[in-house]
């Protein structure tokens, strides 16, 4: 580790423990990040391709080596496929994890999940009628068997199109129908993209890129909002609750379980466990004060915003968090979970278990969970958990915990503004707010840690911008102090009246990165509210420090539904200045709105009030020079 801690990380527990890990010689993501230094030329323009065996091929971006790949095929095709896979990949991670929480719902109407009930039966029967269910007189278990079989029809390809496409506003389906994106099935359209990326099926950069809107569709509209709505019939809709942050929350004298993914099926499994008697009784006999559950990355998000569990880090703290040698056990299921882990953690006492059957770690025990096994396994491994604090060695807490408001949704921020959207509406005409920001994504060592996400929102708010996080950015901002109500201290004077009226911090959390769906929900709201499509909105989206597949989908669905959203790092893309015209430019012909890359967040900002001040004037409403 050549560089100074100070460059890598904007966070004190962040600093601490990198210097913790070098200490005991624990080697982590900024070390392989720079030893893979130079990175190769071609890869990050998005330049080689390796599809087929006749390949590997490359293009010189200089024009003097080879401009074509064996089968032909140009520098705009192979950077338009190579993007088109990203989409396909984010969007498959996203909707599986979504056909995952299916399964559950239909385990659940079967009895055979046992452990997993309805939580909220209104969200149920509320979704069973957007499925065209008639929920009046029914069950609730038949209800919930039905609607998963819907559910599953989603996926297939027997319908035109996605079931929850209806909730986007109708000028926006309108406009999908017109140019050929309307998506028709979640796996279809992965499935599709992925056929047309084979070599030698469709080599028109354009047209693959129109099929990327489409599957990236799927999972905003499909996939991830399933994900979140079943997420939300089986645990609850979240509801604003105190939490704390940061690596602080471990605790010197309890049990420290972490879970680290995606899906809450597992994670809220092993939160009732560690909320049992029994084991807190076997805590107690093994000398601890109590059994501390806490969260990394998103299913970390998806436990904070239903129960208000503590989060211990994002994407590049979760190294870290196990150089604090307090780690009894950490259980990961899915996605985002870094290979190293097992490596990291066998140089402290931690038990590392991984718990999905598409989903294996070097340097874990493998324990399998599946709806029917997961009560009795999650007891089973909260019990050896506890066994193994007994064999803890030293540990090194490095910092005090922050507070933090998380668990808004749609259902509660509308809640909280009085049953309808109308006076954030109000507010936003009035210029108290200027508009409205969703901070998504991840972190990417390739950005100081934290750096990115911090400083644009801090930039949003003081200019009266309401800001919404989710995933890695949601815990960045929440460390910072941006999530307690006090926090509209740091607010512009329209954004601090507002949030000051109702209580509530200047940046809301709104969970996880399949809850950027909310999102989306949101932004139909207050589209249909004032009559106009998304992309009149003063809305904007941005991914700071995004590193992930998943993040490009991401973007790729906000972009298509009308949402300007500026990406921190540049996608490889680069090798083509068609592709890199189309999505920075073209697309605002094609859906209203664009990428732009801007990696220095306070440029960021510039270009994100810019674009809400010409938002606002368009509309009409009062707009300032930026
Ligand atoms: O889905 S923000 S690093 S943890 S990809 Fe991953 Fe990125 Fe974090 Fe969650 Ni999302
Ligand atoms: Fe090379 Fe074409 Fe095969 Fe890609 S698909 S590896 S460019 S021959």
């Not at 027997?158 to 050929?180: D, M, N």
């Not at 950069?205 to 905003?220: I, K």
């Not at 996400?453 to 949003?460: E, Y």
């Amino acid at each position: 580790m050549s560089k100074a801690y100070e460059e890598l990380t904007i966070t004190e527990d962040g600093r601490k423990l990198l210097k913790k890990a070098e200490q005991d010689q624990v080697e982590t993501v900024w070390d392989r990040h720079q030893a893979q230094q130079p990175q190769c030329g071609y890869c990050d323009m998005g330049l080689s391709c390796r599809i087929c065996a006749m390949g590997p091929c490359r293009v010189d971006p200089f024009g003097e080596g080879p401009q074509k790949g064996v089968c032909g095929a140009d520098a705009d095709i192979i950077v338009a496929r190579n993007l088109c896979r990203m989409v396909a990949a984010g969007a498959s991670s996203h909707s599986d994890h979504g056909r995952d929480l299916v399964e559950v719902l239909a385990g659940v109407a079967k009895g055979t999940a046992p452990g997993y009930t309805i939580r909220d039966e209104g969200k149920l029967r509320k979704v069973a009628l957007e499925y065209g269910i008639n929920p009046e007189g029914k069950d609730v278990l038949p209800l919930a068997g039905e609607l998963a079989w819907a559910m599953m029809e989603d996926y297939g390809m027997r319908q035109e199109q996605i079931t929850l496409l209806k909730r986007a506003p109708e000028k926006r389906r309108e406009l999908w129908k017109k140019i050929g994106v309307t998506p028709r099935g979640i796996d279809r359209e992965t499935s599709e993209m992925m056929h047309r990326t084979h070599m030698g099926v469709d080599n028109g950069w354009q047209s693959l890129l129109l099929q990327a809107l489409r599957n990236a569709l799927s999972d905003g509209w499909g996939g991830s909002m399933i994900a979140t709505e079943v997420s939300d019939i089986l645990f609850g809709i979240p509801t604003p609750r105190p939490t704390m942050v940061n690596a602080g929350v471990l605790k010197q004298d309890q049990v420290n379980i972490i879970v680290h993914g995606h899906n809450p099926v597992v994670s809220e499994m092993i939160l009732k466990a560690c909320e049992s008697p029994e084991m807190l009784a076997l805590a107690e006999a093994k000398g601890a004060s109590g059994i501390n559950l806490a969260g990394v990355c998103c299913t970390g998000n998806e436990l904070l915003m239903r129960h208000g569990v503590p989060m211990a880090g994002n994407h590049l703290m979760t190294e870290l968090i196990l150089s604090t040698g307090a780690v009894d056990m950490m259980l990961v299921d899915y996605q985002c979970i870094m290979p190293s882990l097992g490596t990291v953690a066998a140089c402290y006492h931690t038990k590392m278990i991984s718990t999905s059957d598409k989903a294996r770690f070097p340097g874990m025990e493998h324990r399998e969970f599946h709806p029917d096994n997961a009560r009795k396994l999650a007891e089973e491994l909260v019990k050896e958990a506890i066994e193994n604090f007994t064999r803890r060695g030293k540990v090194y807490i490095p910092v005090e915990p922050v507070p933090a408001i998380g668990g808004f949704s749609v259902e509660t921020i509308v809640g909280a503004l009085g049953g309808t959207p109308e006076p954030l509406i109000e507010a936003i005409k009035a210029g108290k707010i200027r508009g409205a920001v969703g901070i998504v994504g991840c972190n990417n060592p390739k950005i100081k840690h934290d750096h990115g996400h911090v400083t644009l929102t801090k930039r949003l708010i003081e200019n009266d911008i309401l800001v919404v996080d989710t995933g890695c950015v949601s815990v960045a901002n929440a460390k910072a102090g941006f999530k307690v109500p006090e926090a509209i201290a740091m607010a512009g004077p329209g954004l601090k009246e507002v949030c000051g009226s109702l209580g509530i911090p200047p940046v809301l959390h709104l969970g996880s990165c399949v809850d950027n769906v909310r999102i989306l929900v949101l932004a139909s709201a207050l589209a249909d509210a004032l009559d106009v499509d998304i992309s009149d909105l003063p809305l904007a989206g941005a991914a700071p420090e995004w590193y992930s597949e998943k993040a490009v989908t991401i973007g790729v669905y906000f972009v298509a539904s009308g949402v300007y959203t500026v990406l921190g790092p540049m996608p490889p893309i680069t090798g083509s200045l068609n592709v890199v015209n189309l999505l920075t430019e073209g697309l605002n012909d094609v859906v209203g709105a664009a990428f732009a890359v801007e990696p220095d967040p306070e440029n960021a900002a510039l270009l994100i009030r810019r674009h809400i001040e010409g938002k606002r004037k368009a509309l009409g409403l009062s707009s300032i020079k930026v």
